[in-house]
């Protein structure tokens, strides 16, 4: 009998693919959620930077979806990542303000599940690699919050002994940690960025044959700056510039692990900053950009908390999509718990936002309405394209309003054109208001 062994081959491999499709079918997405730390709107590529070199974001663009209306509920570091990792309003977290290790012993309430606790039950492999800032203690780690392991600094670079030009400083040493115990002190930053990915590399690569949760959040762009020896120097924008290029190589570098597993049709990436971009202290030195966006980090208005987001899902998010849609962080929360046949939280703020990702027909916004906070309080209360920035304590006065599909750059307030709309917004920020427990930071 003669046999054709090019033909039994191709028979093979098919059934091989065959079986390895079904196989994929039966097991739920992983997730990846890439972080950075004071990035701005248009600090990439594909948001509008001509001065940057982002060709991994821009081919996540390219090959995903660009969200341009996607925000976080502050604009600071800690309450973001809370609201980020729960799915609910900072208010609720017990999180509202940025923590300090000579401030603060307090974390994220154990009454607020994380992503990884949620995903946890589902066999999911979780891990957290990068800056952390929700809680310092050992009891609020992430490997006690879900996490199987973690791999980073447990707040902001700014926090050890040291400041950037090297004085010493009244902190204690910023810990590099590696799951509960301290890995080094004053670890070299310049080498952090490098470092996380090879821990992130070294992650997917042990759990590729099954379902994970990366949570990524990088220490940088936030100050001080520091970028390794291979990209210092090398950006048009300077040493921030540079920041950015080193963080778009280590996207590049976890693209190519999920690609090199033949993992990319069944991995859900996320890229989002944690709030808008810190300025300089002088007009000389290149900084971050919010682009067409009025405000910064510290700032409610849109530059603080409106962020770049881009999320790539082959085969699964239609390629070079955009949503114009209102989303937020908390969303993700219950889309990753939506999407993993996981049990979503009882109480959750955030909504399933798959039906906009996956470019449904007629799918909108979830959010009726939207609260960016400062500190405990409503910042900013955002309904449509309206957004009321209230004064607080000034009842004569009427706040801020704004229309956004007209005035994106907040330079036109029409609070007074439009006092009906003022009231009726406060009372809706009101409202929402006396559905938190009172959990503000101490």
Request: net charge negative; with cysteine.
């Given at each position: 009998m003669n046999i054709n062994f090019p033909s039994v081959l191709v028979i093979a491999t098919a059934l091989l693919l065959s079986v390895s499709s079904l196989i994929a079918a039966d097991r739920p997405p992983n997730f990846v959620v890439i972080l950075t730390d004071d990035?701005?709107?248009a600090d990439v590529g594909c948001f509008g930077a001509d001065d940057l070199a982002t060709p991994n974001?821009?081919?996540?663009?390219?090959?995903?979806?660009?969200?341009?209306?996607?925000?976080?509920?502050?604009?600071?570091?800690?309450p973001t990542r809370a609201a980020l990792l729960t799915g609910v309003y900072p208010k609720r977290t017990g999180v509202t303000g940025v923590l300090s290790p000579k401030k603060h012993t307090h974390g994220l309430s154990k009454e607020t599940p994380t992503i990884a606790e949620v995903l946890q039950p589902q066999g999911y492999a979780t891990m957290c690699v990068?800056?952390?800032h929700v809680g310092h203690g050992?009891?609020?780690?992430?490997?006690?919050?879900?996490?199987?392991?973690?791999?980073?600094?447990?707040?902001?670079n700014d926090m050890g002994m040291f400041n950037g030009k090297g004085e010493k400083r009244d902190f204690p040493p910023l810990p590099?940690?590696?799951?509960?115990?301290?890995?080094?002190e004053e670890p070299d930053q310049s080498q952090l960025t490098r470092r996380y990915t090879e821990a992130a590399i070294e992650f997917i690569d042990q759990n590729h044959d099954q379902a994970f949760f990366l949570y990524f959040p990088h220490t940088f762009p936030h100050r001080p700056w520091f970028a390794s020896e291979k990209f210092r120097g090398k950006s048009k924008r300077g040493l921030y510039g540079d920041m950015i290029e080193e963080i778009d190589w280590s996207v590049g570098q976890v693209l190519a692990a999920l690609k090199r597993h033949s993992i990319d049709e069944q991995t859900l990436v996320i890229f989002t900053s944690d709030n808008g971009p810190a300025l300089a202290t002088d007009a000389t030195t290149p900084h971050g950009s919010a682009g067409p966006l009025r405000g910064a980090?510290?700032?409610?208005?849109e530059g603080g908390h409106r962020v770049p987001c881009i999320a790539r899902w082959p085969n699964h998010i239609p390629a070079s999509s955009q949503c114009d849609e209102l989303t937020t962080a908390m969303?993700?929360?219950?889309?990753?718990?939506?999407?993993?046949?996981?049990?979503?939280?009882?109480?959750?703020?955030?909504?399933?936002?798959?039906?906009l990702l996956s470019k449904a027909e007629n799918a909108n916004t979830p959010h009726q309405v939207l609260i960016h906070f400062t500190g405990g309080r409503i910042g900013a209360i955002r309904r449509g394209p309206w957004k009321l920035i209230p004064h607080a304590g000034k009842k004569s006065l009427r706040g801020e309003l704004y229309d956004l599909s007209h005035d994106l750059g907040e330079s036109n307030n029409v609070s007074v054109q439009h006092p009906e709309l003022v009231k009726e917004l406060t009372e809706l920020g009101e409202t929402t208001m006396t559905t938190f427990k009172q959990t503000d930071s101490p």
């Open positions: 990035q701005g709107y974001l821009d081919r996540m663009r390219a090959e995903g979806m660009r969200l341009t209306d996607f925000h976080v509920q502050a604009s600071v570091c800690s990068g800056k952390w050992p009891e609020f780690l992430p490997t006690a919050r879900g996490f199987d392991g973690y791999f980073g600094i447990p707040y902001s590099l940690i590696k799951n509960k115990e301290t890995l080094e980090k510290f700032s409610i208005y969303d993700l929360m219950p889309t990753f718990a939506k999407l993993a046949n996981a049990q979503t939280p009882q109480v959750v703020d955030g909504h399933d936002i798959w039906p």
